[in-house]
């Protein structure tokens, strides 16, 4: 049995007839592009994650990223998915061909990721880091580091990282220690400890190029007194030549539960008193310029949850279909009844048709939000920008920590229908749930996305981007109302959305009370609220679409995608949506227990 990475109808339906996402070519800036570029490129996509990332990920994840005398050496067989990527420069695809991308909106972006990251986001994230490095770069970075970097970046010729944690500054950014002094020459050096740090050392490319978020001497405490800079592992001389070895050095790499090939890295600056970088933008002003960059990696985050999710369906699936074992329930009395496929038996359905309306559900919330970028491109005035704006500040922290929590939920359950042989290194589903985990984690964990919301997000503008983002789902509801057996399933969504709108206001009002801290307790079963209507709008919008193609007679083969699409709304709608009704009483009852308990009382 083969591993598969994702269901391409499944994108092509999200993509084209979903969110519609080929109308960007309307737009001057991709009238070059059409439907079957954007085919052939993810197709493309799916060649290499399954001929080349596929065949290499297992001996990889035994092998490990490697720390041997000081260097960080990287499973062997990278090195040629490295050069494969980097020459079809699949690093950086929705940047502009003239500094190495390949112009692509982000949604195609994102398909094309679902088999490169989604085969093995281990192998993927080596020449892809300079993408997200760039990305903070071309917006706060000066002419001159532009031209010295940025096509490096992306074209994957130097790499790029990210160095926020520390040993005591993990969620709490704000408490790092790193110093930076200003040098005659307007360089500074830096001193101080990274730790975790994704692949902060490795030998695929000849420099790699970290931005470091650091203090300058004087600066005020918190967030308010970080800077960017950027610290080359080699110097890089103003014409652009390599200088010499700049002292950021790797201490030491950590041994994890999973992405083995990718390597965590300590980092040291400065140990021997020469560790030089450049200042990105003003002094103080760092943590702005670094959270554009952590926006942007958190949709990744969310993505790689889906990506997971999706890898895990698709095998539990096959195997579903191929394992036998007892009978069926029907025959249960019956001595002469023959053993059946377990896909056969009610709760191994029941299991996977959790697992398929998660997948889809989590893959069309990717997309709408991939999709709400390139729409933010693309608008002409500036109140368009500000609602699209809005709601991608607001579900950023809902995609991120929901796409992560549920992908590994669904990665544990896929193991579920495996039975033993899910468990073993042999299969490929242990690997997926260790790989996993981490998503939940790295970005800034679940407990910090939902304070986000909370503090930051449902009350931003006066509370009009949660109204807008309730008028969005509302425009699917009533549609699918018109419909008559979609109807029960909208009428069931919509009094989820009247209670998740009440709740909203009840954890306003709370996190301004005297009894905010259990607002706070509450934040993330909140932020599970919103995730789960999100998916229930996600889920009934395909569903109503694929009425609409039944409707209007689709092709014989369509016929069962389309179907399935209906089960996947009715399955989630009718199953979750009222665990959603009861999570949302259980946080309006406003238990303060968690808040009260004498530290003493947990016990141990
Ligand atoms: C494999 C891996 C790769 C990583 N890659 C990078 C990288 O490339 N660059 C980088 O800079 N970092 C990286 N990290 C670090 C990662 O971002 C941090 O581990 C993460 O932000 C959590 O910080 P912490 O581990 O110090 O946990 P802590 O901050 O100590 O958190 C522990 C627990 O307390 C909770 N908590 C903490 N503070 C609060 C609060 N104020 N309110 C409510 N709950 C709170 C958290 O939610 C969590 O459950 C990586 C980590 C790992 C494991």
Redesign the pocket.
């Known amino acids: 049995m083969a591993q598969q990475i994702a269901d391409r109808r499944d994108i092509d339906f999200v993509l084209f007839e979903q969110i519609e996402a080929d109308k960007v070519t309307e737009h001057e800036k991709y009238k070059d592009l059409n439907k079957k570029t954007f085919q052939m490129v993810i197709n493309e996509a799916r060649n290499i994650g399954i001929k080349e990332i596929l065949p290499i990920i297992k001996e990889a994840d035994i092998v490990g990223a490697q720390y041997i005398d000081g260097e960080v050496i990287v499973p062997e067989s990278y090195r040629r998915v490295f050069d494969i990527l980097v020459e079809g420069e699949w690093t950086a695809m929705a940047v502009e061909p003239e500094m190495g991308g390949q112009g692509m909106p982000e949604c195609i972006t994102l398909a094309a990721h679902e088999y490169l990251g989604g085969a093995d986001f281990s192998v993927a994230s080596y020449p892809m880091m300079g993408h997200g490095s760039g990305t903070i770069l071309k917006k706060f970075g000066s002419q001159e580091q532009k031209d010295l970097f940025l096509k490096n970046y992306y074209t994957g010729k130097w790499a790029g ?5 520390e040993p005591e500054a ?3 950014v704000g408490a790092l220690k790193t110093s930076a002094v200003k040098n005659d020459d307007g360089t500074y050096s830096i001193t101080g400890n ?1 730790i ?3 692949n902060g050392d490795h030998n695929l490319t000849e420099n790699i190029i970290h931005p470091v978020l650091a203090r300058v001497e004087g600066a005020p405490e918190g967030t308010k007194g970080i800077s960017l800079f950027l610290i080359p592992k080699i110097w890089v001389n103003k014409d652009g030549s390599l200088g010499d070895r700049n002292d950021i050095i790797c201490t030491g790499i ?1 041994e ?1 539960m999973g ?1 083995h090939g990718s390597a ?1 890295c300590s980092m040291s600056m400065g140990s021997k008193g020469d560790c030089r970088g450049m200042l990105v933008g003003e002094e103080n002003k760092g943590m702005r310029a670094m959270f554009e960059m952590m926006n942007f990696a958190r949709l990744g985050v969310g993505a790689q949850g889906a990506q997971a999710a999706s890898n895990a369906y698709l095998y539990a699936l096959d195997y579903a279909r191929e394992r036998v074992q007892g009978k069926a329930i029907e025959e249960a009395m019956n001595p002469d009844a023959k053993s059946v496929n377990i896909i056969k038996h009610p709760d191994v359905r029941r299991m996977l048709m959790w697992m398929k309306s998660n997948v889809e559900g989590m893959r069309s919330f990717c997309y709408y939000i991939a999709h709400l970028f390139d729409q933010l491109e693309l608008a002409d005035s500036e109140e368009e920008k500000l609602r699209i704006d809005g709601m991608v500040s607001l579900l950023t922290p809902v995609l991120k920590s929901y796409n992560s929590d549920r992908g590994f939920e669904v990665c544990v359950q896929g193991m579920q229908v495996l039975g033993g042989v899910g468990y073993t290194r042999e299969y490929p589903m242990e690997k997926l749930v260790r790989d996993s985990k ?1 998503a939940s ?8 996305q939902g ?1 986000d919301l909370l503090a930051r997000k449902i009350g931003m503008q006066k509370g009009q981007v949660f109204i807008n983002f309730i008028g969005e789902i509302n425009k699917i509801i009533a549609q699918a109302k018109e419909t008559k057996d979609l109807e029960p399933l909208a009428s069931r969504l919509e009094e989820a959305v009247n209670r998740m709108a009440g709740v909203a206001m009840h954890m306003g009002k709370t996190a301004q009370s005297a009894e905010f801290k259990t607002a706070f307790a509450n934040s993330v079963p909140f932020l599970d609220v919103i995730g789960d209507v999100v998916m229930g709008w996600m889920l009934l919008w395909r569903a109503v679409v694929a009425e609409q193609k039944l409707t209007e007679g689709a092709k014989k083969k369509d016929v069962t995608f389309y179907k399935g699409q209906i089960k996947s709304a009715q399955y989630f709608i009718n199953s979750t949506i009222p665990i959603t009704i009861g999570r949302i009483n259980a946080i309006e009852l406003n238990d303060s227990s968690p808040i009260d308990i004498e530290e003493e009382s947990f016990g141990g």
């Open positions: 990282s990210m160095l926020l944690t993990g969620s709490d990274k975790f740090i994704t950590e994890k992405l965590t981490i984690i790295y970005e800034g964990t679940t407990g910090i304070m």
